[in-house]
């Protein structure tokens, strides 16, 4: 019986073979998100609220439970001064395995505060915009690997568009 021999050379070319596909997939550099409790802002301080139990947390404003109720194991992923405002991006989790995150935007202002409806692709990998008009946040697509999902909020309605990775890599 004749069994094979593997040298140093066939084994990396086999292990380039079979990595390859991987190798050659679309990359992005993925920010960590901070994980923020507590957020003071020149409108009140967006925080969140205690729990015994961790997946019910509520988010509040000065003490006071924001509605509609985000609850969760909640985070403060990131915050933006615009003019007249402030904007906090709320992860919320939920203890699922299948949808680990997904998230709220919240506008403080003068006259009080907006909540976004709930959003995302079920990823923690992020990257988040904002500029005077609109709020974005880019994650990869759960339907197709090599897209990218383009979330956009502009104080009223979150619209959802998909990108190519290598489209989003030039911006």
């Known amino acids: 019986m004749h069994t094979p021999k593997f040298t140093g050379r066939s084994l990396i070319a086999a292990l380039f073979l079979?990595?390859?596909?991987?190798?050659?997939?679309?990359?992005?550099?993925?920010?960590?998100?901070?994980?923020?409790?507590?957020?003071?802002?020149?409108y009140g301080t967006l925080a969140v609220g205690e729990s015994e139990y961790i997946y019910e947390?509520?988010?509040?404003?000065?003490?006071?439970?924001i509605e509609p109720p985000i609850s969760?194991?909640?985070?403060?992923?990131?915050?933006?001064?615009?003019?007249?405002?402030?904007?906090?991006?709320?992860?919320?989790?939920?203890?699922?395995?299948?949808?680990?995150?997904s998230y709220r935007?919240?506008?403080?202002?003068?006259?009080?505060?907006k909540v976004s409806p709930e959003f995302g692709s079920c990823s923690e990998l992020i990257k988040v915009s904002a500029d005077s008009r609109q709020l974005t946040l880019h994650t990869p697509s759960?339907?197709?690997?090599?897209?990218?999902d383009v979330y956009v909020y502009d104080g009223k309605t979150v619209k959802k568009k998909m990108v190519g990775r290598?489209?989003?890599?030039?911006?």
């Open 105 to 113: 935007w919240v506008v403080l202002s003068p006259g009080g505060y």
């Open 18 to 42: 079979f990595c390859a596909p991987a190798l050659a997939a679309p990359q992005t550099n993925w920010p960590i998100a901070p994980k923020l409790v507590e957020l003071p802002t020149p």
């Open 166 to 171: 290598k489209a989003e890599a030039k911006k």
């Open 72 to 101: 969760g194991m909640l985070s403060i992923s990131y915050a933006f001064s615009m003019p007249d405002a402030q904007a906090a991006l709320i992860a919320i989790s939920k203890g699922s395995e299948t949808c680990p995150v």
């Open 57 to 65: 947390a509520r988010l509040q404003l000065d003490g006071t439970h």
């Open 142 to 148: 759960k339907e197709s690997p090599d897209k990218l």
